[in-house]
């Protein structure tokens, strides 16, 4: 299984960036690559369509409002993986004025090498959270 984390401080608040970011359906808010999102089954699962118009389905695994973070688990994309689960965390940094926000996320490679698959989604990651700091 392989696995990856990208990682960005915030000049802002934990609270300021999970209000932006930790909502299950809030992706098209801050991640360019993801322009719509539907959710069904009680915001338990959504809908995303990338540029492509591609569909990805996912589950969300887990949240925690309080500690401000949620995994969520791949139904179906147009990745050459399986078993993805993946991980947003909002920490506050070390100065205590900024947020560090740490994407992850393990998952096997199908017909790719794990270097091509982590490289991909090391690659989605940090330009996700690119975008998310632009939004502050």
């Given at each position: 299984m392989a696995h990856t984390t990208a990682s960005v401080k915030i000049p802002a608040s934990p609270d300021q960036v999970w209000q932006l970011m930790g909502g299950f359906d809030s992706l098209p808010?801050?991640?360019p690559y993801i322009p719509n999102s539907e959710v069904s089954e009680g915001g338990r699962i959504r809908r995303l369509a990338?540029?492509?118009g591609e569909a990805i389905v996912e589950r969300l695994e887990e949240f925690n409002n309080k500690e401000r973070y949620y995994s969520y688990s791949i139904i179906k994309a147009p990745f050459p993986i399986t078993d993805y689960l993946a991980t947003l965390h909002v920490k506050e940094d070390t100065d205590g004025e900024s947020?560090?926000?740490e994407w992850s996320g393990r998952f096997t490679p199908?017909?790719?090498s794990e270097k091509e698959a982590i490289d991909l989604f090391y690659?989605?990651?940090?330009d996700g959270?690119?975008?998310l700091k632009k939004r502050f």
């Amino acid at each position: 299984m392989a696995h990856t984390t990208a990682s960005v401080k915030i000049p802002a608040s934990p609270d300021q960036v999970w209000q932006l970011m930790g909502g299950f359906d809030s992706l098209p808010d801050w991640l360019p690559y993801i322009p719509n999102s539907e959710v069904s089954e009680g915001g338990r699962i959504r809908r995303l369509a990338n540029p492509d118009g591609e569909a990805i389905v996912e589950r969300l695994e887990e949240f925690n409002n309080k500690e401000r973070y949620y995994s969520y688990s791949i139904i179906k994309a147009p990745f050459p993986i399986t078993d993805y689960l993946a991980t947003l965390h909002v920490k506050e940094d070390t100065d205590g004025e900024s947020s560090l926000v740490e994407w992850s996320g393990r998952f096997t490679p199908v017909d790719v090498s794990e270097k091509e698959a982590i490289d991909l989604f090391y690659g989605i990651f940090k330009d996700g959270l690119e975008s998310l700091k632009k939004r502050f």
